[in-house]
């Protein structure tokens, strides 16, 4: 009988089920042909009666990689830079992290690094298939990068003060064992380890639906995250809501007394789990409607080319077809194809040439952002949040 990964309960709740999710969304195509052939899986999601985790039981792990082109920096949006600042502030201050070693798996292009070793004048080691390459801009003295999967056995030498994985988690096929491989990486009993992932309560209880994607195969809420960090034998300094409640972060070493009976914090209910699949149709025949109306009565656009954007012009389908380009900040993702929906990612200043009526923006934490900008364009169209 299926049974939970995070707490070996045997009461799973059917959620819901989507085909035809592109497999790699943060994968930006070079062209609308390769774009528009992008593999597609399918989201069978359930949840734990007991630790309310969420996961898609339909997941193929040997149909994902993660090398090359994997682009899903969040780095250029000035609403994003002020939280990662803050963060690396205030790891800095509890782990008392000045002049320490960082690890991180998974950094990526390694921005978030760069930052904490240099506030705190820290040094850097990230592993990342898609980390820079030595003589990249983005390389420093301060920070080395190897551009590997990290495992201890491969890097034996390899130990942080700190040990960062942010938006890893969420994607491996085994998180008790990759949190016991993050865990034997911490220098010292007294080392931190610092995770985040998308905040899956959201997804499930406030209709976050657009965050669902094919990578994803954990929705962690604070209940589960928690009961996989105590059964770990690792103790939570803090587990909190951030960015906005999007993310799940936690602070976590190694505990003395882990007592996984004991574990506490939010999560969805039977109800919240049961209303889903009716909360998701409705949602989706509700933006195909406005889309067949807005685009009716002029040109409409998509700002932000991430993962929620994937999912939603793949969604609505097929009235999105009419929405004529995606905007995006970042210079890695312009020129480039959204998966499966095929529409062209654009940066900010062609949208003087495409002079949209709508704008449509994932993610309503960049709402200002996205106005101010418009408004250096001397543009003024309708600014409109998808996620209320
Ligand atoms: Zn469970």
Request: aromatic share 8%.
């Amino acid at each position: 009988m299926e049974s939970c990964p995070i707490c070996s309960s045997q009461t799973i709740q059917g959620m819901a089920t989507i085909t035809g999710v592109p497999t790699h969304c943060n994968v930006l195509l070079e062209s609308q042909r390769e774009a528009l052939e992008s593999p597609t899986g399918t989201l069978e999601l359930v949840a734990c009666g007991d630790c309310g985790h969420v996961f898609n039981r339909a997941f193929d792990a040997r149909r994902m990689t993660y090398e090359g082109v994997y682009e899903n920096s969040l780095h250029w949006s000035p609403r994003f830079q002020d939280y990662a600042t803050r963060l690396a502030e205030r790891l800095i201050a509890d782990c008392d992290l000045r002049g320490k070693d960082v690890l991180e798996v998974g950094c990526g292009r390694g921005d978030f690094l760069q930052e904490i070793c240099k506030a705190g004048a820290n040094t850097g080691l990230g592993f990342d298939p898609s980390a820079p390459l030595a003589d990249d801009p983005g390389a420093t003295d301060r920070v080395t990068f190897v551009r590997d999967y990290f495992s201890p056995e491969s890097y034996p030498r390899s130990r942080g003060d700190l040990v960062i994985c942010q938006h890893v988690l969420e994607h491996v096929d085994d998180p008790a064992a990759f949190v016991d491989l993050l865990a034997d990486a911490l220098k010292t009993p007294r080392s931190c380890l610092y995770i985040e992932v998308p905040n899956g309560l959201v997804t499930v209880r406030h209709g976050a639906i657009w965050d669902l994607i094919y990578e994803h195969v954990w929705y962690f809420c604070e209940r589960s995250l928690r009961m996989l960090l105590a059964r770990r034998g690792l103790s939570t300094y803090w587990v909190e809501a951030t960015f906005g409640g999007q993310f799940l972060s936690a602070l976590v070493g190694p505990a003395e007394d882990a007592a996984p009976g004991l574990v506490r914090g939010e999560a969805p209910t039977r109800a919240d789990v049961a209303a889903f699949q009716g909360h998701l149709d409705r949602m989706i025949a509700s933006w195909r409607e406005s889309l067949e109306l807005a685009s009716a009565s002029g040109t409409v656009v998509v700002w932000g080319a991430g993962s929620k954007s994937v999912t939603f012009l793949n969604l609505t389908r097929p009235e999105s077809r009419s929405i004529r380009a995606v905007v995006d900040v970042n210079p890695h993702k312009q020129g480039k194809y959204i998966p499966e929906s095929g529409h062209e990612i654009v940066a900010p200043d062609q949208l003087q040439r495409l002079d949209p009526d709508v704008v449509l923006v994932m993610n309503p934490l960049y709402l200002d952002e996205v106005r101010r900008t418009l408004a250096d364009l001397d543009l003024h169209p309708q600014v409109r949040s998808v996620v209320s």
